[in-house]
């Protein structure tokens, strides 16, 4: 069975630029999580997910980051404009639901310049 | 709120030596407590959890026992090898996942 898949695994750009990044969570998982893991720091969490209805976006930055789960499977995260300071590993982790073991992709490392 | 408190490191242990990442919590509720390990290039992957107090977690050699009343979470494996080196997480679930900061372990040859 696939683990979470997210693309790209690296991304370079430059600041003020748009961003997205895309997760594919496991099949049949309902829960769909967002975290931001600075150099030398822990995961974050960014976002949750049940279905396709954002539960937890507390800690989402919402004057530049948006995310979206249409169909509440796929899902992407986007930054517009980019800054110098949201360079860091983007992790995606589904569950089956809320409470169930979440599994995590191998992130999105963005840098920018 | 809640939070995790994981030893800093980097630690570094030569083969077969014993090791202990010290983990303590700061939750309202009663949290299920996780470590997660991220080796070099790969993403994080569950090691192993404890739901419960008294609960103990194992996996591949390592354990670890939820204890309430130190809110503590101690990974501990008795004889480390070279392929264990990573970054170990230590990390709690209440209403949402909170990470510690990481340890960083080196086993030496």
């Known amino acids: 069975e696939a683990g979470v898949v997210q693309s790209p695994r690296y991304k370079i750009i430059e600041k003020k630029q748009p961003v997205a990044f895309w997760c594919n969570p496991i099949s049949g998982h309902n829960t769909l999580y967002w975290y931001l893991q600075n150099l030398g720091q822990g995961p974050e969490l960014l976002i949750r997910y049940e279905n396709e209805e954002a539960v937890d976006d507390s800690q989402l930055p919402k004057d530049r980051f948006s995310a979206e789960r249409l169909k509440g499977v796929d899902s992407t995260l986007k930054i517009q404009p980019a800054e110098l300071g949201d360079s860091a590993v983007y992790l995606c982790?589904?569950?089956?639901?809320?409470?169930?073991?979440?599994?995590f992709g191998q992130g999105t490392r963005l840098t920018v310049v | 709120g809640d939070s995790v408190t994981q030893m800093e490191g980097p630690v570094t242990l030569s083969e077969e030596a014993f090791l202990t990442i010290n983990c303590t919590y700061t939750a309202t509720g009663y949290p299920s407590l996780f470590w997660y390990v991220q080796y070099p290039g790969e993403g994080l992957q569950l090691l192993l959890k404890?739901?419960?107090?008294?609960d103990k977690g194992s996996n591949k050699g390592f354990e670890a026992t939820y204890r309430k009343e130190t809110t503590s979470f101690h990974l501990e494996k008795g004889s480390v090898q070279v392929s264990d080196s990573a970054v170990y997480f230590c990390a709690l679930r209440d209403d949402k996942i909170i990470f510690g900061k990481g340890t960083r372990l080196h086993i030496l040859p």
């Open positions: 404890a739901t419960k107090a008294d």
């Open positions: 982790a589904s569950s089956l639901e809320f409470g169930s073991d979440a599994f």
